[in-house]
């Protein structure tokens, strides 16, 4: 379907060349063979993008926000008819098979259809003055030119969490995709495009962290970066911005845990622990890589989820029958071997999997065989860390109190789970879980777009994706006082 695709920079309502001369393949993961070459573009390429947004703004921003509104209407439209077509090239490039591509795609054109709503809301607030005669509101303002920098494993979902929110609002955008992601970063420009987006209001420019990231940190004239990625760099990125006093959003990942407790529906549980810890082979910040199982029925989950990882099938995402895809590319591979051996010298005990994919039919591509570790501690580092493969471990403990004091004891917060059927425990779960998500009765994936996502401690910094909550990213708060009483009221003063 697609071979060998060129793909360039969007600047201006044009596509472009980037201005320096290098650029890197594009593989598909599934057998290896080369999709698309995306430049490297340099620090030129964004500070011209970062121009032209900043004139661009200006009108964006006067335009009313119901009619921005209507572009993101039009994209919605454009995402659902092209739906199949956009799965499949998501397939091809990151791996996923096709019905969680066709879920992804599906998120995106929520997150439109819903966005565009808000271009009839954008709420403030009016509050009464302490003064007479004088009126007071809250409206939200856009920020001015912003710059989003989005990750491979959700490359159109979470590019819409960003993109729609800062574009309904009034804002212009500079957009780093992901370099082993950029076929999903054209499609969704192109439709952006034909839907009418005026030129410079979204600028995307290809390249690594280490150029256009941090050429996009570095430049003044953004105001806010909002970034999906690995701590690491979140941590570099926030650094930076700090001292710039520059706004910035970060998701960083996570170490979430399924709770399987003794009064669980168990083979309900082991259908949500296969969905959100094999799924997407385990590439989602939302993957679980945890269960924390009550002592009492650990053996009978263990032998339940044996049987069912049996019958997980493995290969390209392409074909239907697939459950599980590759991993996106070799470095993704060697990390997951890395924490393979790393559980076996901590001393967890190995049920399943724990392999490259090697016979035949997986050659080319990057396949792991899902694994499942059993016997693991709290503080094991298996147990610790963010894998994001096909690795989950089981933490056998005592109690309710224990399974959430483990769920805890780790430094992300994004997603978690349990399964009770006990409403007493759901309550206080809710409660004391600490992960910005939670879920009961069902795995650790699957956030819906209008509620806000993000977490607590390592997984950001407060903000969040999605839902109205991307919208105080993307807005600042305006305080506005209208004084109609023709005289000079000095508030705190004059009261009568
Ligand atoms: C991610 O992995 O960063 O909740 C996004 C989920 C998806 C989004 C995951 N809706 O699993």
Redesign the pocket.
């Known amino acids: 379907m697609i071979t060998d695709k060129k793909v360039r920079n969007f600047i201006n309502g044009e596509w472009v060349d980037g201005k320096g001369e290098e650029s890197t393949p594009v593989t598909n993961p599934a057998n290896g063979q080369k999709i698309a070459q995306v430049p490297l573009s340099t620090l030129e390429d964004v500070n011209a993008a970062v121009k032209v947004a900043a004139q661009a703004q200006k009108d964006w921003a006067q335009v009313p926000a119901p009619q921005r509104a209507e572009i993101l209407y039009q994209v919605g439209h454009l995402m659902k008819e092209r739906k199949e077509t956009l799965s499949k090239i998501l397939t091809m490039e990151n791996g996923k098979v096709l019905e969680e591509a066709r879920g992804e795609v599906q ?1 995106g054109i929520d997150m439109a259809f819903y966005m565009a709503g808000e271009g009839r809301r954008l709420f403030g607030q009016t509050t009464p003055s302490e003064l007479r005669d004088k009126f007071a509101m809250s409206v939200r303002a856009p920020v001015g030119v912003v710059g989003i920098i989005t ?1 491979w ?2 490359p159109i ?2 590019a819409t969490w960003k993109s729609f929110p800062a574009i309904v609002a009034g804002n212009a955008v500079i957009w780093k995709p992901a370099t082993e992601t950029p076929l999903m970063a054209h499609e969704m420009t192109k439709i952006f495009h034909e839907a009418g987006l005026p030129e410079g209001v979204l600028n995307v420019v290809y390249g690594t962290g280490s150029k256009v990231g941090e050429a996009m940190v570095d430049n003044d004239g953004i105001r806010v970066i909002s970034f ?1 990625g690995s701590n690491e760099v979140g941590r570099t990125i926030a650094s930076k911005c700090g001292l710039k006093l520059k706004k910035v959003s970060l ?1 960083m990942g996570g170490k979430n845990a399924v709770i399987v407790m003794d009064d669980a529906d168990l083979d309900l549980a082991v259908e949500g622990i296969l969905w959100s810890a094999f799924g997407t082979s385990g590439q ?3 993957a679980c890589s945890r269960v924390i199982v009550h002592e009492d029925v650990k053996e009978d989950l263990e032998d339940k989820l044996l049987a069912e990882m049996k019958k997980l099938t493995i290969g390209d995402g392409l074909d239907e029958s697939v459950k599980v895809g590759p991993v996106i590319n070799a470095q993704g591979l060697a990390k997951i071997e890395k924490y393979i051996d790393i559980g076996r010298e901590e001393g967890a005990k190995l049920l399943a999997g724990g392999h490259v994919m090697n016979e035949e039919q997986f050659q080319g591509g990057n396949y792991f065989a899902p694994t499942l570790f059993t016997d693991a501690t709290p503080n094991m580092q298996i147990a610790q860390e963010e894998i994001f493969g096909p690795v989950v471990s089981l933490i056998p403990v005592k109690s309710f109190k224990e399974a959430i004091e483990v769920n805890n004891q780790v430094d992300f917060g994004l997603s978690s789970s349990i399964f009770t059927r006990d409403a007493n425990q759901v309550f206080a779960a809710q409660r004391d879980l600490d992960t910005g998500i939670v879920y009961v009765n069902a795995g650790t ?3 819906e777009i209008h509620l806000p ?1 993000g977490g607590t401690k390592g997984t950001g910094n407060g903000h969040r994706d999605s839902g109205t909550a991307a919208l105080d990213v993307f807005t600042e708060w305006k305080a506005v006082y209208v004084d109609y009483s023709g005289k000079l009221q000095r508030a705190q003063i004059d009261i009568d």
């Open positions: 998120e990750p494993n959700f979902a979470i999906t998701e989602r910040c939302t994936t699957g956030a996502f």
